[in-house]
C-alpha cells in the first residue's frame, strides 16, 4: 500500500461516555478509506485527542496540555498557573483556529525567574539550615549539607517566584500563545489519526448495512407470491369440507390488500439514498460530524417503518440487523467533529 514512509501504524484510543476503545489502523498518507484522494482539509476528524507542548524564552518556560472529549458544540476550559484562567476569553480565540467542535481543556503552566528573596522568614531558613548542618556532622557525612541545602531550597514555598496580577506581559503570552498552538497542533494531529480509522470502521459498517439492505430487496418479491399461496391454501382446506367455492377475484382483492399494507418501497429506497450520502459525507471528511449523526437518525426512523410494515420474518431479522449497525454508527458519528 504505497512507500513505506507513506504508511504508519497508529494505536488509536478514543474516551467517551460509553468506554474506551483502542485499534491499530494501517493509514496510507493522503488517501481515505474508500481510496479517493483528498486534501489535509478534507480528513474526518475525532473530537477526542491530546496535545502537548513545551517552549522556554528569555529566562522563562511555558507548558501546556491540552485535551478534548466530544460535544455538541465548542466549550473551552482553562486551568493552571495564573492568570491565565481568567484569560479564557484570549485563549478560546487561538483555540477557534485549531478545533470547531468538542470541550477542550487546556492547562497552562508558566515557569517564571526566581524573585531574590525567600517566602520563608531569613531567621527561620538560618535557623532550618543550621539545624540541617548539624545533622549531617553526626552522621558523619557533612559532604552531603550542600546537595540537602540546595534541595531545601527547592521545596515549594521556600523561595518566591514572580506573580503577574491583571494582563501578563506581553513577552510572557507571546510564549504562551505559540506554546499552545504548538500544543494545538499535536491534538490536531491527534484527532486527524483517529478520525481515519473512525472513517473506516464506519465505511466498513455502511457495506454491511448495505448488504442487510440488498438481502431485504432481493427478499421482498417473494412475499407477496409467498403470502397468496399461502392464502389459497388456507381458503381451500377452510372450504373444503362443505364444497364452497371462492371466486378468484376475492382472493386476488386480498393479496392486493397486503401488498398495499406491506410495500416498503418508498423505505428502502429513502434508506439507500441515506447510505449513499453517509459514505459520500465519510470520504468528504471536515465537519460532517452533525450530518453524519442527523442521517443516522433518519436511517434508524425508516427501519423502524420498514419493519413494522413488512410482513415476514426473514425481512425482520434483516431489519434488527440493520438497526443494531445503526447503532454501532451511531456511537462513532458522536464522536465526529
Same mark, same amino acid.
Given at each position: 500500500m504505497g512507500n513505506p514512509e507513506q504508511v504508519r501504524l497508529w494505536d488509536v484510543v478514543a474516551e467517551n461516555e460509553s468506554g474506551t476503545s483502542r485499534w491499530t489502523v494501517q493509514v496510507e498518507l493522503g488517501k481515505p478509506a474508500g481510496g479517493a484522494e483528498v486534501g489535509p482539509d478534507r480528513v474526518l476528524e475525532s473530537m477526542t485527542g491530546f496535545g502537548a507542548a513545551r517552549r522556554e524564552q528569555a529566562g522563562r518556560a511555558a507548558a501546556v496540555e491540552v485535551r478534548s472529549l466530544n460535544n455538541r458544540y465548542l466549550k473551552v476550559v482553562v486551568r493552571g498557573d495564573?492568570?491565565?484562567?481568567m484569560y479564557e476569553a484570549e485563549i478560546e480565540r487561538v483555540v477557534r483556529r485549531y478545533v470547531r467542535r468538542g470541550t477542550i481543556t487546556v492547562h497552562i503552566s508558566v515557569e517564571r525567574p526566581l524573585l531574590g528573596l525567600t517566602a520563608w522568614p531569613v531567621d527561620t531558613l538560618k535557623t532550618q539550615l543550621l539545624h540541617l548542618r548539624s545533622v549531617c556532622q553526626q552522621a558523619d557525612c557533612p559532604e552531603a549539607f550542600p546537595h540537602l541545602a540546595g534541595t531545601l531550597l527547592l521545596l515549594p514555598g521556600v523561595l518566591g517566584k514572580t506573580a503577574h496580577v491583571g494582563t501578563p506581559p506581553s513577552e *510572557?503570552? !507571546? #510564549?504562551? *500563545?505559540? !506554546? #499552545?498552538?504548538?500544543?494545538?497542533e499535536q491534538l490536531g494531529t491527534m484527532r486527524r489519526c483517529e478520525g481515519r480509522a473512525m472513517a473506516d470502521e464506519l465505511l466498513r459498517l455502511h457495506q454491511r448495512l448495505n448488504q442487510e439492505l440488498n438481502q431485504i430487496q432481493q427478499r421482498l418479491p417473494q412475499v407477496k407470491t409467498e403470502y397468496a399461496q399461502r392464502l389459497r391454501e388456507r381458503v381451500r382446506q377452510a372450504l373444503q369440507e362443505v364444497e364452497v367455492t371462492v371466486e378468484e377475484t376475492h382472493l386476488l382483492r386480498e393479496i392486493?390488500?397486503?401488498a398495499e399494507r406491506s410495500d416498503v418501497t418508498e423505505e428502502v429506497a429513502r434508506l439507500q439514498a441515506h447510505l449513499d450520502q453517509f459514505a459520500s459525507l465519510v470520504q468528504d471528511g471536515a465537519e460532517v460530524g452533525r450530518k453524519l449523526e442527523f442521517l443516522v437518525q433518519?436511517?434508524?426512523?425508516?427501519?423502524?417503518?420498514?419493519g413494522a410494515k413488512a410482513a415476514d420474518v426473514l425481512v425482520s431479522r434483516h431489519v434488527v440487523?440493520?438497526?443494531a449497525l445503526l447503532e454501532k454508527a451511531r456511537e462513532l458519528v458522536q464522536n465526529v467533529e
Amino acid at each position: 500500500m504505497g512507500n513505506p514512509e507513506q504508511v504508519r501504524l497508529w494505536d488509536v484510543v478514543a474516551e467517551n461516555e460509553s468506554g474506551t476503545s483502542r485499534w491499530t489502523v494501517q493509514v496510507e498518507l493522503g488517501k481515505p478509506a474508500g481510496g479517493a484522494e483528498v486534501g489535509p482539509d478534507r480528513v474526518l476528524e475525532s473530537m477526542t485527542g491530546f496535545g502537548a507542548a513545551r517552549r522556554e524564552q528569555a529566562g522563562r518556560a511555558a507548558a501546556v496540555e491540552v485535551r478534548s472529549l466530544n460535544n455538541r458544540y465548542l466549550k473551552v476550559v482553562v486551568r493552571g498557573d495564573e492568570p491565565y484562567p481568567m484569560y479564557e476569553a484570549e485563549i478560546e480565540r487561538v483555540v477557534r483556529r485549531y478545533v470547531r467542535r468538542g470541550t477542550i481543556t487546556v492547562h497552562i503552566s508558566v515557569e517564571r525567574p526566581l524573585l531574590g528573596l525567600t517566602a520563608w522568614p531569613v531567621d527561620t531558613l538560618k535557623t532550618q539550615l543550621l539545624h540541617l548542618r548539624s545533622v549531617c556532622q553526626q552522621a558523619d557525612c557533612p559532604e552531603a549539607f550542600p546537595h540537602l541545602a540546595g534541595t531545601l531550597l527547592l521545596l515549594p514555598g521556600v523561595l518566591g517566584k514572580t506573580a503577574h496580577v491583571g494582563t501578563p506581559p506581553s513577552e *510572557e503570552w !507571546t #510564549l504562551v *500563545e505559540a !506554546t #499552545l498552538e504548538a500544543a494545538l497542533e499535536q491534538l490536531g494531529t491527534m484527532r486527524r489519526c483517529e478520525g481515519r480509522a473512525m472513517a473506516d470502521e464506519l465505511l466498513r459498517l455502511h457495506q454491511r448495512l448495505n448488504q442487510e439492505l440488498n438481502q431485504i430487496q432481493q427478499r421482498l418479491p417473494q412475499v407477496k407470491t409467498e403470502y397468496a399461496q399461502r392464502l389459497r391454501e388456507r381458503v381451500r382446506q377452510a372450504l373444503q369440507e362443505v364444497e364452497v367455492t371462492v371466486e378468484e377475484t376475492h382472493l386476488l382483492r386480498e393479496i392486493a390488500l397486503f401488498a398495499e399494507r406491506s410495500d416498503v418501497t418508498e423505505e428502502v429506497a429513502r434508506l439507500q439514498a441515506h447510505l449513499d450520502q453517509f459514505a459520500s459525507l465519510v470520504q468528504d471528511g471536515a465537519e460532517v460530524g452533525r450530518k453524519l449523526e442527523f442521517l443516522v437518525q433518519e436511517m434508524g426512523r425508516e427501519a423502524n417503518t420498514l419493519g413494522a410494515k413488512a410482513a415476514d420474518v426473514l425481512v425482520s431479522r434483516h431489519v434488527v440487523e440493520i438497526k443494531a449497525l445503526l447503532e454501532k454508527a451511531r456511537e462513532l458519528v458522536q464522536n465526529v467533529e
